[in-house]
């Protein structure tokens, strides 16, 4: 025997023993030790007022918060649009709607022929071996039931709020009296609605995916998505009073260009002045915190049942909200602008690889949860991706990261948010920029500002290069802009510069 032969069979018989113990593994429907699973949790118009990130301080959103302390929270974390399907297609594509041309609430990806062939996270993973469920409010519709098996495994419901009373609670809103345009106490139960019925589906399927994994479920909640619609216990915390509102200047479009106005030229979401005028500012904002923390509970319902299973710590959870909402902010309500209340949402990361309660300044996109997955779970990146890996963050200590989060809103209005400045360009090129840490509600344009030139240079350079055409059946929501006549068209429409603003 050499001097070499005795470590050789210790290593043969070690590797031997190694290989063993993960075919056992494997016989007994377990898994190797580097198949992660994925838990995650969309939730539809969850802006910044939830307790991890702190925009509201009488938020109640104890499971996110108890989620946030095993895991990282990105305090600075971006939507790629301030709406659902643009939003939601950046997202599960890995690709910038500047690329995508997706803008609009429709057309769906699957109906875009370059988009449809390429694959979704689900369809990553999947090919992968990961076993996909999905369930509720993840793409914004449901694919059709041929395409259903493209994407997933197993499919639940579909629920949206769920309860509708016999009329509108408020009525008539502004612009058309939209349907879900509408807030306040109802006096349904709880396991009426929407949410409860999808917590209670994903619970139920963390058992089936418990002997199938390594899986990879999306669940996404509705609320605190309009209607918001909630019996009176989850009102309760929040005072009937004004100290619930959020601060607002009432000059505070002065400085706006005229151009921020087309993004949400003619919604059904109400003004200020229209809340104001019929006594139900305080109702919405009271809605909005009640809904938020009715599905928060939802949440946590899913949270208990993985660890239960005794999944928590092999499974990745990951929170994202779709877009923000602004609830008299900038004298509006809604989505469909390039500002902070619009775009930052939570983004939470919990399980195995990540640093538990940590918190990270640093901006990050949505973009990069499609790549971040991909690498916590060990599975190859796809080609083209455009999100960065969010692991140097997720780990303890961090690593600096200098590339901003960018939302784009329609073709051509980009936002560029780094850890200090949130810098605006709309396709007219007209420009913001402010101050977030002096000036964190975003008060006072600096655009025009000769003293801020470099800072509007840096912020500039990060512009997408590419601002894609709105693609073949882009409809809602859909503003483009014709440098050459100087016009902005609305969903068709052309805006003329002396239009009055709609109210
Ligand atoms: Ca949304
Ligand atoms: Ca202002």
């Not at 939601?88 to 041309?101: D, F, I, K, Y």
């Not at 101050?435 to 912020?459: G, I, Q």
Request: hydrophobic letters at 40%; glycine letters at 8%.
């Amino acid at each position: 025997m050499s001097q070499f032969g005795r470590p050789r069979i210790l290593i043969g018989v070690a590797w031997g023993l190694v290989t063993a113990l993960i075919l056992a593994g494997v016989a007994c429907g377990g898994e190797a030790p580097t198949r992660r699973n994925v838990l995650m949790i969309a939730i539809d118009d969850m802006n910044d007022w939830v307790g991890p990130l702190g925009a509201h301080p009488m938020a109640r959103t104890p499971n996110l918060d108890r989620l946030a302390e095993r895991g990282t929270t990105f305090l600075n974390a971006h939507v790629q649009a301030p709406l659902c399907n643009p939003s939601r297609v950046s997202l599960l594509l890995g690709l910038r709607p500047s690329t995508t041309g997706v803008y609009g609430l429709a057309p769906l990806h699957w109906n875009v022929p370059e988009l449809a062939v390429r694959p979704t996270v689900f369809e990553h993973f999947r090919s992968h071996g990961y076993r996909v469920a999905i369930g509720g409010k993840v793409f914004h519709g449901m694919p059709p039931p041929a395409l259903r098996s493209k994407f997933a495994d197993t499919w639940g419901p579909m629920p949206g709020a769920g309860v509708r009373p016999p009329s509108k609670l408020v009525s008539p809103t502004p612009m058309g009296n939209h349907p879900a345009m509408d807030w306040g106490v109802v006096t349904n139960g709880d396991e009426e609605f929407g949410d409860y019925r999808l917590a209670s589906w994903a619970c139920a399927e963390l058992k089936v995916c418990a002997t199938n994994q390594p899986f990879f479920m999306a669940v996404g909640f509705f609320f605190p998505h309009v209607p918001c619609y909630a019996n009176a216990k989850w009102f309760e915390p929040f005072p009937d009073d004004d100290s619930v509102l959020p601060i607002v200047r009432d000059d505070d479009r002065d400085d706006c260009p005229r151009f921020s106005w087309y993004l949400h030229w003619y919604l059904p979401e109400p003004r200020l002045r229209w809340l104001r005028d019929q006594g139900q500012w305080r109702n919405f904002v009271r809605s909005y915190l009640a809904c938020t923390y009715f599905m928060d509970a939802q949440l946590g319902r899913v949270l208990d049942a993985l660890e239960s299973l005794g999944l928590a710590d092999r499974t990745i959870v990951v929170v994202w909200g779709d877009n923000g909402f602004h609830l008299g902010e900038k004298l509006i309500t809604g989505k469909n602008t390039l500002w902070e209340r619009s775009t930052r949402v939570p983004l939470i990361f919990a399980g195995p690889g990540v640093a538990s309660g940590a918190r990270r300044a640093q901006p990050a996109e949505l973009l990069d949860i499609y790549p971040t997955l991909a690498e916590l779970c060990g599975l190859p990146r796809p080609e083209g991706l455009e999100g960065r890996s969010l692991l140097p963050q997720l780990r303890d200590p961090p690593a600096p990261r200098t590339a901003p989060a960018i939302t784009t809103h329609n073709q051509g209005n980009h936002s560029v948010r780094s850890e200090r400045w949130r810098y605006i360009r709309y396709a007219d090129g007209t420009e913001e920029l402010y101050d977030m840490v002096h000036d964190p509600h975003e008060w006072t344009n600096l655009a025009r500002d000769p003293r801020y030139a470099d800072v509007l240079a840096e912020h500039r350079r990060w512009l997408p290069r590419r601002d894609a055409d709105p693609v073949q059946g882009s409809a809602d929501r859909v503003l483009v802009y014709d440098p050459e006549t100087d016009t902005a068209v609305w969903e068709g429409r052309p805006v003329r510069r002396e239009d009055p603003i709609p109210e």
